[in-house]
């Protein structure tokens, strides 16, 4: 379905030209939601190079964790608050596979099993009609070829939003919000794939499961991140 879906868009394109993101500017054939010059101005992280990187310091309790990169910074009012905004309230589908395609190359040493998109609880994907976490996660898998893996586990329980609790808040927040993982993955390395992490209290709750089910490793991945 999401295939079809962006073999969709992609026709509507050829009738209808599109326009950047964050210019406006009219895009050519060969560029995709942001003119060459929006994209080569995107504020990357380069997190990947750095294996101590602030991301990574957010899961400095969980010792299966072995690396966190995102590709974007994120702030407010910017380039990457629209691109995100296009995809989960504007249903751009094909933007989240495209953010993943982009991230990927940079992302070459990462030698994993399984790829696991944060999951959203039944509530909020049947009203939103799809998992942005899964679509990001999906352009990566076809870039790097590692298996994307949808049923590991579920969000048992549809917490609020999380935008104006403090960090302590969020975490306590997110108690078993995820089901036990029932499968053994000894042996295993994953990867957990976010839209954007902010205190990584989703992602830390997520990584607990996977552990607790004997994974070896894991390693966190986001396409944005915030203070």
Sequence with gaps: ?????????????????????NCEQ???????????????????TNDQQNPENELFQKFAFEPKIKSASA???????SVVQKLLHELKY????????????????????IK???????PLHKSKERRRTFNQSELIA??????????????????IIATKTQTKKTKVERW???????????EDLSGKSLIIVDDVITTGATVGMLAKRIAEAKADNIHVLAVARGN
């Design 138 to 155: 999906q352009g990566i898998s076809e870039i790097l070829e590692i298996p994307l893996k949808t049923d590991l586990l579920k969000r």
């Design 71 to 77: 590709f974007l910074y994120f702030n407010k009012k």
């Design 112 to 118: 994993a099993d399984y790829i696991i998109p944060v």
């Design 1 to 21: 379905m999401i295939n079809f879906i962006i073999m969709l868009n992609d026709f509507i394109s050829l009738i209808f030209p599109q326009n950047c993101i």
């Design 26 to 44: 009219s895009l050519n054939s060969a560029e995709r939601y942001l003119c060459t010059s929006c994209k080569i101005d995107l504020p990357i």
């Design 172 to 182: 306590q927040n997110l108690e078993n919000v995820y089901s036990e993982v029932k």
């Design 90 to 109: 504007k249903g751009k589908k094909d933007l989240g596979v495209t953010l993943g395609k982009w991230f990927a190359p940079s992302l070459a040493d």
